[in-house]
């Protein structure tokens, strides 16, 4: 064959899976997205942390886009009660924490008149570089949807049936013995679940966790093991964001790994 019609074919075949994905990405789904974050600050360097300006411009996108964000108390709600959730449902959440979560990420998602749900690492809490007491309590009082991360952040799946225990009832009790209220959500450290685990979430009445799977979650997806985002910090932070929604998209549209 000739090189030409070689090079025409391969250009149609990427204009075809361009236009899909293309078409994937706008396509309305009922999907709910879940975003996963960790740090916003213009101090430290790696890929948890997303500078101030990229995610006040990504919040900003969102907007433009029609998203409305939503707590993970909605999305039980909602589901429980049989409502309808918003034309594009997305819930932000933060890992681990960070004292930046109260001091850089709450003001700029106030401002955007948004939800955020943070989940923190219990025997973290007022440590260096870490969210406070006061801090916490504060961010329940201003809307901010507060949720579990363990006790001390270690991968579940590497523990015994009865630290599991420890980790996902301990670092909920702490939390809610030191005048927090409530917590219902949990996030698996480093997005690695087992059976024990959920077990050990359902009977100490967690009502929905998080994973690091990519996706999109609905009514039916399984509510200890809902999809979730990740956004890593990327030099084209909005172009890194788009092609992570997509990749969630695609996931969820082929049936890849859903729960
Ligand atoms: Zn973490």
Request: glycine share 4%; with cysteine.
């Amino acid at each position: 064959m000739k090189y030409y019609k070689i090079t025409a074919i391969i250009s149609i075949l990427i204009l075809i899976i361009a236009g899909f994905c293309f078409y994937i990405y706008q396509k309305p789904s009922n999907g709910l997205l879940i975003l996963e974050y960790h740090k916003v600050n213009d101090i430290d360097n790696d890929e948890y942390t997303i500078p101030v300006k990229d995610f006040t411009a990504q919040l900003d996108y969102l907007s433009a886009e029609g998203y409305t964000t939503i707590s993970l108390m909605d999305f039980i709600h909602a589901k429980k009660y049989g409502e309808k959730l918003p034309a594009k449902p997305i819930i932000l959440t933060f890992d681990d924490g960070y004292e930046d979560n109260f001091t850089n990420v709450a003001p700029i998602v106030n401002k955007h008149n948004m939800k955020a749900t943070f989940f923190i690492i219990g025997n973290y809490i007022n440590k260096k570089d870490y969210i406070n007491w006061a801090q916490l309590k504060q961010l329940q009082n201003d809307n901010i949807e507060i949720g579990c991360h363990t006790a001390n952040h270690l991968p579940l799946t590497t523990l015994s049936a009865a630290q599991i225990q420890n980790e996902v009832k301990l670092s909920k009790l702490l939390m809610e013995w030191n005048g927090l209220k409530t917590i219902f959500f949990f996030s698996y450290p480093n997005g690695m679940y087992n059976n024990t685990a959920i077990q050990a979430l359902q009977q100490n009445n967690y009502l929905a966790a998080v994973t690091g799977d990519p996706g999109l979650n609905t009514f039916s997806t399984n509510p200890y093991l809902l999809q979730r985002t990740y956004i890593p910090r990327e030099r084209f932070s909005l172009l890194g964001l788009k092609l992570r929604i997509l990749k969630s998209k695609l996931f969820y549209y082929f049936h890849i790994n859903q729960h």
